[in-house]
């Protein structure tokens, strides 16, 4: 357990319907990440905070996909009108700024299926 | 692009036999390199981790090598285990105010007895 948790585990939606997935970093982190992997690839970023400012999107984050981290703790991930290509492994990290690798840790992941 | 590559892409070993995995990567700026091990369904977790300078670093069992002139790395696993068996990612960190991971497809590494 590397102490950033990720809920719901397993999402089963129909096309078309929204899901919204939470991510909780380690306390102190002050730094926030999602990344998507699909089956058989490696994780690929979607977005970053630090604190409660989304920094960076990706190019992969189309505008049915929006990220908020309002109090700089916990953040979620929506995605609207979903569709079978967003079927994925959603990924959280987190990792602190003071320290000087910068190590993310990841939670275990929401695996989202979209039939 | 920034990109990484791993290889092979997958492997069967019998357990306690030793192997070693390939990872090429063309990310600038590098900031440092990792090696990830995935159980299936969960999160990356971290097993190496070396910045430009360092050329060889050590987990147990894993042993991580990185020639930063070639941007190559390799991770070596000794006397491997039933429960080595899983994903070994390598990640590269971009060295800009994100320190975004660019990770590698994986080799999945199954072991068997």
């Known amino acids: 357990d590397t102490g950033v948790s990720q809920d719901p585990r397993h999402k089963i939606t129909k096309r078309g319907q929204n899901v919204t997935f939470r991510c909780d970093p380690i306390s102190e982190h002050n730094r926030l990440y999602w990344y998507r992997q699909t089956l058989g690839q490696g994780p690929e970023f979607l977005t970053y905070?630090?604190?409660?400012?989304?920094?960076?999107k990706s190019r992969l984050l189309s505008d049915r996909f929006s990220a908020e981290r309002p109090k700089g703790s916990f953040s979620t991930l929506e995605i609207q009108r979903t569709e079978q290509g967003d079927s994925a492994m959603y990924l959280c990290?987190?990792?602190?700024?003071?320290?000087?690798?910068?190590?993310?840790?990841f939670g275990p992941g929401t695996r989202l299926t979209v039939l | 692009k920034n990109q990484v590559e791993q290889s092979p892409q997958s492997l069967i070993i019998l357990e306690g036999k030793n192997c070693t995995l390939q990872?090429?990567?063309?990310?600038?700026?590098?900031?440092?390199l990792r090696w990830y091990k995935q159980d299936t369904g969960r999160g990356p977790v971290s097993l190496t981790i070396m910045t430009f300078s360092e050329n060889t670093k050590s987990n147990r069992r894993y042993t991580a090598t990185l020639d930063a002139d070639t941007k190559q790395s390799s991770l070596h696993i000794t006397a491997s285990q039933l429960s080595d068996s899983a994903s070994y990612i390598c990640v590269v960190t971009l060295m800009d105010s994100s320190y975004k991971l660019i990770f590698g497809s994986g080799t999945r590494l199954l072991v068997r007895p």
């Open positions: 990290a987190s990792s602190t700024t003071s320290g000087s690798k910068n190590e993310q840790f």
């Open positions: 990872c090429n990567y063309t990310v600038s700026p590098f900031s440092n």
């Open positions: 905070f630090q604190n409660e400012a989304q920094l960076e």
